[in-house]
């Protein structure tokens, strides 16, 4: 599809951006790979989230995103659904790698991290405008905060460059940058390589803009 097509009007709905990390994935895709879009804002944890949620998205979460090209309408859910279309609808945007070695990669690292790592969500949770002082963590947290260093630097030793997991910013940054806010939230002390990756996604001018509304 061209990338420049009038016609098509892009909404993505979101939840508090404090805590909804599914949220940010597609947003943070959409933004960096400069797609215009309107955004709403659903509340999250609150009596009316779920019903609201509920009129929109037919899996009752976020975020949604609506296309709306004349008379039809579609809608997708799921934040890697909605990362893959985008990667289909605006291919000059160059969300997955160019390689097909390292789009494997990035794809099999982004599923891992959809599908993945339930200990550590609960452990340590988004809460971007948060400093919280974390306890012992527990073995299985442990494990998988030693999982996503190894990830990262497999990804940064092998394909990165400019600071990015594979050489630009891609479907995967988009989907580790909540698990950087996580660390930053709960002061987990990271390698050097890994710690710069974090200072990276910080970087990026829609992250700041995402950070910026959190706290307000």
Known sequence: MERNNSRTRYTLYIGT?????WSLRAWLAMKMAR??????????RQPET??????HSPSGKVPLLVIENGTE???????LAICETLAERWPAAGLWP??????????????????????LRAALPMDITARIKTGPLSDQVQ???????AIWE????????????FGRFSIADAFY????????????????????YVEQIYSLPPMKEWIAAARR
């Open 17 to 21: 951006r404090n805590f909804s990390s």
């Open 35 to 44: 797609i215009e879009f309107a955004e709403v804002l659903i509340p999250l």
């Open 50 to 55: 779920k019903p609201e949620i509920r009129r």
């Open 73 to 79: 309408k579609e809608a997708v859910w799921d934040s």
């Open 98 to 119: 160019d390689d097909a070695a390292a789009r494997a990669q990035a794809r099999s690292i982004s599923a891992e991290m959809h599908s993945g790592f339930p200990e």
């Open 143 to 149: 494990e998988q905060v030693a999982r996503i260093l």
């Open 154 to 165: 497999s990804a940064l030793t092998r394909y990165g460059r400019d600071g990015f997991l």
């Open 177 to 196: 940058a909540p698990v950087a806010t996580r660390f930053i939230t709960h002061g987990i002390e990271l390698p050097p390589l890994q710690q710069a």
